[in-house]
């Protein structure tokens, strides 16, 4: 078992759980406070599990940019990336953040789970760049009053970094790298530094207000704002066609990893999407449920909750592609019952402001 730069700050304040080999927070308040605190104010993440990869090559960008299926060769220190990794099929072996720093550097933030996969398969396809993982602790702040907050610690102007934009910072504790990034569907930065200043950030950022938030209320956050859980919403077995996430494959790039695999995809058609369902009442979906529609399996399940911003149940499913247009009536079996849902877009929360 893995503990985080920050267990100490939290381990007798929190319900811990076990997640990719580390000991992580559940919950510390509960779900609903959490959720709320995020929403309405500031919730604070422990995410230091995550993967942290450094690569430096002279030209790094054009190194790794076969791996993806999004340019990134225009990005600019300072600027930021959402993508996956490929392998040679076209499946996804991650979803990550590609952060362009300075004089061929770039950072990796990758999945907890990933991280040991990730590096075997940069220094298969990147042997040149120097691979340097990290164990820095990383820390979330989200929410609408997450800016403020992290605005005490810094005389640097946060609000001119605009989302996906990153840079060093000073504050009383340090310099510290922060990024206006985070898998919460609201405004917030994610911030790496050295694990004892993490601790004192950690403790100086509750002090201003921020509230501590464990894994059951980010899985929530992230489901209602329509962000993929790899592992569950993706994997290997699925291509970013057949996920949703054929906005990051930019087909005019030139050759990248499994891009025949998926230009023989477009042609042919996907078999299953994922797809956004919500209910009615109070059941909640959960990971494998069979979807049906006049009596056929069409579908399952691969991430669902009780959502407390819409108040409805909520799920990712991948389902048949002749079931998968918008307002589709569908039906979740869950035991003996057959509740009634309706594809809706994955998005099913959008921050305002």
């Given amino acids: 078992m893995r503990y985080s730069p920050l267990w100490e700050c939290y381990q007798n304040q929190a319900k811990l759980t076990e997640f990719a080999g580390w000991m992580l927070p559940a919950q510390f308040a509960g779900l609903t406070p959490e959720h709320q605190a995020v929403r309405q104010r500031a919730g604070l993440f422990d995410i230091s599990h995550m993967g942290q990869i450094e690569l430096q090559s002279p030209h790094i960008l054009e190194d790794v940019n076969p791996l993806v299926p999004t340019a990134i060769t225009q990005l600019k220190p300072g600027q930021a990336q959402y993508t996956v ?19 061929g550097q770039i950072k990796l933030i990758v999945n907890a789970a990933c991280t040991e996969k990730n590096l075997k398969w940069l220094h298969q396809h990147v042997p040149r760049a120097v691979l340097q993982p990290t164990a820095q602790a990383l820390i979330a702040v989200q929410g609408p009053h997450a800016t403020g907050i992290l605005q005490t610690l810094t005389p640097t102007a946060l609000q001119t970094i605009p989302r996906f934009g990153h840079t060093i910072i000073s504050t009383k504790f340090g310099h ?29 950022l509750i002090a201003q207000g921020a509230t501590p938030c464990g894994l059951v209320a980010r899985d929530m956050l992230r489901l209602e704002a329509g962000l993929h859980l790899y592992g569950q919403d993706m994997d290997e077995s699925s291509t970013p066609l057949e996920a949703g996430l054929g906005w990051l494959v930019d087909w005019d ?39 049906r529609a006049q009596g056929q399996t069409v579908g399952r399940i691969t991430s669902g909750t009780l959502s407390l911003s819409v108040g409805r ?34 998005t099913f929360y959008t921050r305002t402001g």
Avoid at 85 to 103: F, S
Wanted: charged letters at 20%.
């Fill in 85 to 103: 990794l490929l392998n040679t099929l076209g499946g996804i072996l991650d979803d990550l953040i590609i952060y362009a720093q300075g004089e």
């Fill in 176 to 204: 510290i790298w922060v990024a206006r990034t985070g898998y919460t569907g609201e405004d917030g930065w994610e911030i790496q530094a050295e694990p004892t200043v993490g601790q004192a950030l950690w403790r100086e």
């Fill in 253 to 291: 790039k030139g050759d990248f990893l499994g891009r025949a695999g998926l230009i023989a995809q477009k042609s042919q058609g996907v078999a299953q999407k994922l797809v956004g369902l919500i209910g009615t009442g109070r059941r909640i979906f959960r990971q494998g449920y069979p979807v």
């Fill in 313 to 346: 149940p909520i799920g990712f499913a991948y389902v048949d592609t002749p079931w998968t247009a918008l307002d589709t009536p569908l039906t979740v079996q869950v035991r003996e019952q057959e509740l009634p849902v309706t594809v809706v877009k994955r």
